[in-house]
């Protein structure tokens, strides 16, 4: 009988991406981790022995926690989560489930070096219409789910990457920005391994979107009519990429489960 706080792999990659997934806990040993250094999407890495520092950064938050196998250091810790009131599940199989199930992994090697908080921060030109949305979107929902983006003068971004230690993105000649006809977001995905067809179908839209190619699909209209509202609506370019989120979440639920929904009007039923 499974444990009524374990989750299958197949229930944790239905949660990844969404506003409501639950903080992944990689408690992996050093010598498995280097063995394999990948990670789930949007995986923080703690040791094990850290649990009581790990419960402070999660109060208020659910955990999902994995190791190698799923079985004494996860259970160990997720336990121990519990004791401090985290409601925390462990990932059945643990990291090696996940892996052999073919589901999507972060290599760490391209994760930007960590602020001394533990959070990745990221810099970008102010005024964001749609890649500089889509990619905070997606480094929230699968990299980091505590990382921070400036959004500054388009002349300082490379200043201010340098001067804070940030990692620029959506600049000209820069790593993370579009390469040939494709745009950043497609490289992120491509850069850490994250593809899956939800997104990428999804990026299809905003590539369409972002490059004015209305013809790769044709929610790229809609993306980019919705994207410039948004930039009308608010002054402050965090506040416009925290109501962008609902935006692309949204984009993503339905490049994931709903693209064979129409609708029609008047429904089935309805009075004549």
Known sequence: MASPTEITPTQLARLIGTPLAPVLIDVRIDEDFDADPHLIPGAIRYRFEDMDRCAEDLRGRSAIVYCQKGLKISQGAAALLRVHGIAAETLEGGHVAWRDAGLPMV??????????????????????????????????????????????????????????????????????????????????????????????????????????????????AGLLAASLGLSRMYRDDLEQMEAGFLLYDAFYRWARDATGETHDWPGAGGAA
Not at 152 to 170: E, K
Not at 191 to 214: K, P, S, Y
């Open 107 to 220: 290599a760490a090697a391209k994760l930007p070096k960590p602020q001394a908080k533990g959070y990745s921060l990221w810099v970008t030109r102010h005024r964001p219409k749609i890649d500089r949305i889509a990619c905070p979107w997606l480094i929230r929902r699968f990299v980091d789910p505590n990382a921070q983006f400036l959004f500054v003068s388009p002349s300082q971004v490379l200043n201010v990457a340098d001067r804070f230690a940030a990692t620029p993105f959506d600049v000209e000649n820069v790593f993370w920005s579009h390469r040939g006809d494709t745009c950043t977001f497609d490289t992120m995905i491509t850069e850490f391994g994250i593809g899956h067809e939800a997104l990428d179908r999804l990026a299809t839209i905003v590539r369409g979107a972002d490059t004015d190619r209305h013809e790769l699909a044709p929610e790229s």
